[in-house]
């Protein structure tokens, strides 16, 4: 006699469309490439993920963290993870496996030759004495209004960079913000499919206590997006943006973000490294420590900045304003003609005595924040500052992740 045929059931990985706010932190993380994305929804292939986790504690709304039970035959395939605008429900004919033994948040293991890797470059946590995050308040399904109450130009206008300074107000409904949170905003209309547009992601470029102190308000740095890989394009949310008027409503999400916050203890020193629209979260933590500060208090302030010109720069001429003890600033910029092309990596070796006395200081927390391409040589120069002044980078590296102290926000 035959006996029962062996059914096996997997705990798939999914990612909620309600939530996910597509701003690819989960694609980038994934050690193995198993989450993908179209122009609608990030999905995850069933038959790659190991469930390794390195994804989930990156994910800023916690879009990433949802599981279904399902026999492996019928795994959702990413073309109908493709289509959908909700999570299906569990299907309660599938048998509950037993919970996989998964590898610490932020490894991953490579199953070929059962070597352990870290795939996280920044800190996972918050600092230890970050002020509690409030996070998805408002969501796609129950978003809130905001009103525009400023929009400004921050470059020059013979620039082609067209970069805003916009300011919300939320009125009466509660907005609570940390610096280095971050808002969804959901422009108008639909794509070509006739699909609702989903949320962009903006940095906060505000303290917690508002725009205008003591006012239920935050501010955003947008860049209008014209061209993209060299192709003309129109940004849908970034010309929607730039282009609102005093007085007009947004629809809003969030806020999200729990870990890229800054320490509240005065002797911390922030040491932050930013490029272009990078620049809105670093904005909010100096506005904040401006404002706060404390007598006696031995927390210093060290910003490396850069920009193609000091033209395309935003916020160029009220940093170049702020007192020399309270912030120590080096800009770098790319394209000034007659100059040779230095990028804030340059800039940083240029003050590698400086970086590296932070580096030394156990109160000293980094970030960085700006595009995608900028990482890596920020990681290389703040390893051989390291490695100049007989730090061991690689040591030095897992005690900054572990203890919250460095802090990546790339696109």
Same mark, same amino acid.
């Given at each position: ?68 039970? !399902?026999?492996? =035959?019928?795994? @959702? &395939? *990413? ?11 569990? #299907? ?103 699909? !609702?547009?989903? =949320?962009?992601? @903006? &940095? *906060? ?11 239920? #308000? ?194």
């Amino acid at each position: 006699m035959n006996g029962p045929a062996s059914i096996e059931v997997v705990r798939q990985h999914l990612i909620d469309p309600e939530i996910c706010i597509r701003c690819n932190t989960c694609e980038e993380t994934c050690p193995i490439d198993a989450i993908t994305h179209d122009e609608n929804n990030y999905v995850v292939r069933a038959d790659i993920c190991n469930g390794c986790m390195a994804c989930v504690p990156p994910c800023p709304t916690g879009a990433i963290d949802n599981w279904r039970t !399902v026999l492996r =035959a019928d795994a @959702y &395939s *990413i073309d109908e993870q493709f289509t959908w605008d909700v999570l299906p429900e569990q #299907n309660t004919m599938a048998v509950p496996p037993a919970e996989p033994a998964l590898p610490a948040q932020g490894d991953s293991t490579d199953e070929a030759d059962g070597i352990e890797v870290d795939t996280v470059r920044g800190a996972q946590v918050p600092p230890w004495s970050a002020a509690k995050p409030y996070v998805n308040l408002y969501t796609h399904a129950s978003p809130t209004s905001a009103t525009v109450v400023g929009n400004y130009r921050l470059t020059d206008a013979s620039t082609s960079s067209d970069i805003h300074h916009i300011v919300l107000d939320f009125g009466a409904m509660p907005f609570p913000v940390l610096e280095g949170q971050s808002i969804g905003i959901l422009p108008p209309g639909a794509s070509a499919d006739g699909r !609702v547009h989903h =949320a962009r992601q @903006y &940095s *906060i470029a505000s303290p917690r206590d508002g725009e205008r102190p003591g006012y239920n #308000n935050v501010s955003l740095t947008v860049k209008r997006v014209a061209r993209q890989h060299g192709d003309a394009v129109d940004g849908v949310c970034s010309n929607y943006l730039c282009d609102l008027k005093k007085g007009d409503t947004v629809s809003v999400i969030g806020p999200f973000g729990s870990t890229f916050l800054m320490p509240n203890h005065p002797n911390s020193h922030l040491l932050m490294i930013c490029t272009g629209t990078g620049s809105a979260p670093m904005r909010a933590m100096t506005e904040y420590r401006r404002r706060k500060r404390l007598k006696g208090a031995t927390g210093k302030l060290m910003l490396f900045f850069g920009a193609r010109t000091k033209e395309e720069l935003p916020y160029f001429g009220p940093l170049t304003n702020l007192p020399k003890d309270f912030i120590d600033t080096t800009l770098a910029f790319s394209r000034t003609a007659g100059q040779a092309k230095r990028y804030v990596q340059d800039a940083m070796r240029e003050r590698a005595a400086d970086v590296a006395s932070l580096l030394k200081d156990d109160n000293t927390y980094i970030y960085v924040c700006g595009l995608k391409g900028m990482e890596d040589g920020v990681l290389q120069a703040l390893r051989e500052i390291a490695e100049q002044r007989q730090l061991d980078w690689d040591a030095l590296w897992a005690k900054l992740k572990r203890e919250g102290r460095l802090h990546l926000e790339t696109y």
